[in-house]
C-alpha cells in the first residue's frame, strides 16, 4: 500500500516539472472546431506522455476527431475508467484576453490558458497521478484512459466509438473530467448533469432584398427568430415545453439529509448563488451575446434546476429522452414562428 505521505512528497518534489509540462500541453491550440489537423499536435503529445506510464496506447476513430486509449494494468481486479478531452473551445473575441490563449501565464498561483481547466489541467493531472503511483509502488486497480478529441464540438462519435470499444472502456467507475472546491475548501459533488443539444433554426421570409422604408409591411425573419426564442421561457424562466419537467426527480428527504450531512449550509449556498446570479444580471453587468442561435437553445436544452428541490437525481432518468427534447423544442420553435406568420 501506498502511503498518502509519500505521494505527497513525491508530488512536491516534482510539482514544477508537472506544472510545466501542463504548460507545455496548453501551448496546442487543439481547437476541434478547426477541424482534424488543428487537434493532431497536442493528440500526438499526449499519446507520447501516456505511452511512458501506460501498457499500451492507441487510437480510437470513427469519423470524426480521433480519440486516444490506453491502459495499465494495476494488481486488484477493478477497472477504473477516466475520461479527459484534449481539443479546446474557441478563443475569440481575442481582444477580451489578457494574455495570449496559447501562451500560458501564471498569475497568483493561476495558470491562465485556453483549455488549461478544461481540460488539460485534468489530463495532465491523471497522468502525473499514474508517474507518481507508478514510482513509490503498484498501482492497486487497472487504469483505462480515454481521451477524445471532440468534446467541445458535441462529442459527435463518442456514441460509435463506446459502441466498437466498448470492452476495452468497461469499467468498475468512471471518473469524469473536472472537479473542484467549494467556498470552504471541500471537494465538490455535481448531481444533475444532463448532457447538451445543439438546435440550429432558420426562418426565411423573402426571396430577395428589401428597402428598409417597407418595413412596416414586410414580415421580419429576424423578429419571428426572437419570439420563438423567447416562446421557449416564460419571465421566471420556466421552460415552457409541456412535459419538459416531467421526469425531473425529486429531491427526496434521505436526499436532503445526506447534503445536509456533507454540507449544512448547502441550501442556503444554493440559494446565495441564485440570488448573485440575478443580481449579477439585473446590474447588467453579464453581457449576453447571441454568437448563433444555437447558443442560446443549448442554455434552454440545459433546463438547469432553479432550486434544491428541483435537483433531478440520476437513476431514472432517460438519457435517450434528450433526443426527445430535441423534436419537443422544434415543435414549439415551428409552432411559435408558425403562429407569428398568421
Ligand atoms: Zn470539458
Not at 510539482?15 to 491550440?29: A, G, H, I, K, N
Not at 499526449?46 to 490506453?70: H, N, Q
Not at 426572437?226 to 421557449?232: E, K, V
Request: proline content about 4%; overall charge negative.
Amino acid at each position: 500500500m501506498i502511503s498518502t505521505s509519500a505521494v505527497d512528497s513525491y508530488v512536491e518534489k516534482n510539482s514544477s516539472r508537472f506544472v510545466d509540462d501542463l504548460m507545455e500541453l496548453c501551448t496546442f491550440p487543439s481547437i476541434s472546431n478547426h477541424g482534424l489537423d488543428a487537434v493532431k499536435p497536442a493528440r500526438d503529445w499526449v499519446a507520447g506522455r501516456l505511452a511512458r506510464f501506460t501498457d499500451r496506447v492507441e487510437t480510437m476513430e470513427a469519423g470524426g476527431m480521433p480519440a486516444l486509449y490506453a491502459e495499465v494494468r494495476g494488481a486488484g481486479k477493478r477497472k477504473l475508467l477516466l475520461y479527459e478531452h484534449y481539443d479546446v473551445q474557441p478563443v475569440d473575441p481575442l481582444d477580451l484576453w489578457e494574455s495570449k490563449p496559447f501562451e500560458p501565464v501564471q498569475k497568483d498561483g493561476k495558470l491562465y490558458a485556453r483549455g488549461v481547466a478544461d481540460d488539460k489541467a485534468d489530463v495532465m493531472a491523471r497522468i502525473h497521478a499514474l508517474e507518481t503511483l507508478k514510482s513509490l509502488g503498484e498501482l492497486p486497480v487497472t487504469l483505462r484512459f480515454f481521451v477524445e478529441g471532440e468534446e467541445e464540438i458535441g462529442s459527435k462519435s463518442f456514441e460509435k466509438i463506446a459502441h466498437a470499444h466498448a470492452e476495452k472502456l468497461r469499467a468498475d467507475g468512471c471518473l469524469w473530467e473536472s472537479g473542484g472546491f467549494d467556498s470552504a475548501g471541500r471537494p465538490t459533488m455535481f448531481f444533475g448533469a444532463r448532457g447538451l443539444l445543439y438546435v440550429q433554426l432558420r426562418v426565411r421570409l423573402l426571396d430577395y432584398d428589401q428597402h428598409s422604408g417597407f418595413a412596416s409591411l414586410y414580415p421580419s425573419a429576424a423578429a419571428y427568430l426572437i419570439a420563438a426564442l423567447a416562446s421557449l421561457r416564460d419571465q421566471d424562466m420556466n421552460i415552457r415545453i409541456e412535459g419538459f419537467y416531467d421526469d425531473m426527480v425529486k429531491a427526496t428527504d434521505a436526499d436532503r439529509r445526506m447534503l445536509a450531512k456533507i454540507d449544512p449550509e448547502v441550501e442556503e449556498r444554493y440559494e446565495k448563488l441564485r440570488k448573485w446570479r440575478k443580481e449579477r444580471a439585473e446590474a447588467r453587468k453579464v453581457e449576453v451575446q447571441v454568437i448563433a442561435p444555437n447558443a442560446v437553445l443549448m442554455a434552454v436544452a440545459r433546463g438547469a434546476p432553479r432550486t434544491l428541490e428541483e435537483l433531478g437525481r440520476v437513476e431514472g432518468m432517460d438519457p435517450f429522452r434528450l433526443q426527445q427534447y430535441g423534436d419537443e423544442i422544434l415543435t414549439a420553435l415551428h409552432s411559435a414562428t408558425q403562429q407569428q406568420l398568421l
